[in-house]
């Protein structure tokens, strides 16, 4: 399945590059929410390469939604994670494949194209970046660390991840936006940046990147400190060592 998950994240990848930075088919599919033909072409690449190798398994896909089909394994499929980014030609996507067993994590692997980096990683092997280990970062001061966020689709997120900013800001080092969910994840599994967090994730957003920074040696929960799962939006992943300091930062108005 590993095997799998990284022939259909490079073989998505070689579809988005072909294509960039040539102009895409946009369609809105909600508020501020677009997807292109290459999201569509892409997913249609992964899911029918899925399909012809474990074809009693479950496929969930952000673009074409759900196929269920009883199978205690799941695949989580984001065909081009940063998808605003790419139709604005901003260099900052990638593709983001999960494997689930019994709804956790066992297989994740973001790919980015332009890099061409591979981040992968299984329950118990670790992380790594093309073939090479990883690990998160030793910062340990909040004060020292670079961190990551993203604004979301809707108001109601962008006015909550306004306020955790005013109160995180002050504290750390710098905050940076990345556009890309799954990027960021696997940035803070690769020690790139020490911390990411959002309050409007999907199960596709983050189902690869939790477990590279799991298995990097970091630390996922809730905004609010509580066990992370895939049926939350609202997730905190960093090295683990500052993770407490943010949490306190993030929850308590006063800091």
């Given at each position: 399945m590993l095997k799998t998950a990284v022939e259909a994240a490079k073989g998505a990848g070689r579809i988005i590059s072909e294509r960039y930075p040539d102009k895409c088919s946009i369609t809105m599919k909600g508020f501020r929410d677009i997807v292109t033909d290459v999201d569509t072409e892409t997913e249609s690449f992964i899911c029918d390469l899925i399909k012809s190798r474990f074809p009693d398994h479950s496929i969930i896909s952000e673009e074409s939604g759900?196929?269920?089909?009883?199978?205690?394994?799941?695949?989580?499929?984001?065909?081009?994670?940063?998808?605003?980014?790419?139709a604005h030609q901003h260099p900052m996507f990638a593709v983001s494949i999960a494997v689930l067993e019994d709804k956790d994590p066992i297989i994740g692997v973001i790919y980015d194209p332009l890099r061409d980096h591979t981040f992968a990683a299984h329950t118990g092997g670790g992380a790594k970046l093309n073939e090479s280990p990883i690990h998160v970062s030793g910062v340990k001061e909040l004060q020292n660390a670079l961190l990551s966020i993203d604004w979301g689709h809707e108001n109601k997120v962008r006015e909550e991840m306004l306020d955790y900013v005013h109160r995180v800001l002050p504290c750390c080092g710098a905050i940076r936006t990345l556009g890309s969910a799954a990027l960021a994840l696997a940035y803070v599994a690769a020690g790139w940046l020490d911390?990411?967090?959002?309050?409007?994730?999907?199960?596709?957003?983050?189902?690869?990147?939790?477990?590279?920074?799991?298995?990097?040696?970091?630390?996922?929960?809730?905004?609010?400190?509580?066990?992370?799962t895939l049926r939350s939006s609202r997730c905190l992943a960093t090295n683990g060592l500052i993770h407490d300091e943010l949490l306190k930062n993030i929850c308590d108005p006063d800091k």
């Open positions: 759900d196929h269920i089909t009883g199978s205690r394994y799941i695949w989580v499929v984001d065909p081009l994670d940063g998808t605003n980014n790419y911390a990411y967090f959002q309050p409007g994730l999907k199960p596709w957003d983050t189902a690869a990147g939790a477990l590279l920074v799991e298995e990097a040696g970091g630390r996922c929960t809730t905004i609010q400190g509580a066990p992370y």
